[in-house]
């Protein structure tokens, strides 16, 4: 069993802060946990816009503080994400965040991260594993 708290994670390596600038993430549960998952708590700061595209993992995320427009860049549509309201990209869309306040989030990955991941300039992960 392990417990852990979010704040025992704050300056540790677990505690990441985005090359851009944008967003910083506190990686609860890790690929060296081999769960199968990772766990993490992200806040993406008002008024930045971040573009992802997970083209080597699954995200769910749930919003737990403030609000975002998050875009589908597949299609174009756009949808307000705000407390309680979660997302999945279960087809590796490309997806562009734009929090209007500091956006706070749960997100779970499968495969799991290792925790040393940061968007490549397509907003891509790499797929890093454990040895």
Same mark, same amino acid.
């Given at each position: 069993? =392990? =417990?852990?708290?979010?704040?025992?994670?704050?300056?540790?390596? /677990? +505690?990441?802060?985005?090359?851009?600038?944008?967003?910083?993430?506190?990686?609860?549960?890790?690929?060296?946990? /081999?769960?199968?998952?990772?766990?993490?708590?992200?806040?993406?700061?008002?008024?930045?816009?971040?573009?992802?595209?997970?083209?080597? +993992?699954?995200?769910?995320?749930?919003?737990?503080?403030?609000?975002?427009?998050?875009?589908?860049?597949?299609?174009?549509?756009? +949808?307000?994400?705000?407390?309680?309201?979660?997302?999945?990209?279960?087809?590796?869309?490309?997806?562009?965040?734009?929090?209007?306040?500091?956006?706070?989030?749960?997100?779970?990955?499968?495969?799991?991260?290792?925790?040393?991941?940061? +968007?490549?300039?397509?907003?891509?992960?790499?797929?890093?594993?454990?040895?």
């Amino acid at each position: 069993m =392990i =417990i852990r708290s979010f704040k025992d994670i704050e300056g540790t390596d /677990r +505690h990441v802060r985005s090359a851009s600038g944008t967003w910083e993430s506190k990686r609860i549960v890790l690929a060296k946990e /081999r769960v199968g998952f990772s766990l993490h708590e992200t806040v993406l700061y008002a008024g930045t816009e971040t573009r992802m595209w997970y083209a080597n +993992h699954v995200e769910a995320v749930v919003c737990t503080e403030g609000e975002a427009e998050l875009t589908d860049e597949e299609t174009g549509e756009t +949808h307000w994400i705000s407390p309680g309201v979660m997302y999945l990209l279960d087809g590796h869309e490309r997806h562009t965040l734009r929090p209007k306040t500091d956006f706070r989030c749960l997100c779970v990955f499968n495969p799991p991260v290792t925790g040393l991941e940061d +968007h490549d300039a397509d907003g891509t992960y790499p797929l890093l594993t454990e040895d």
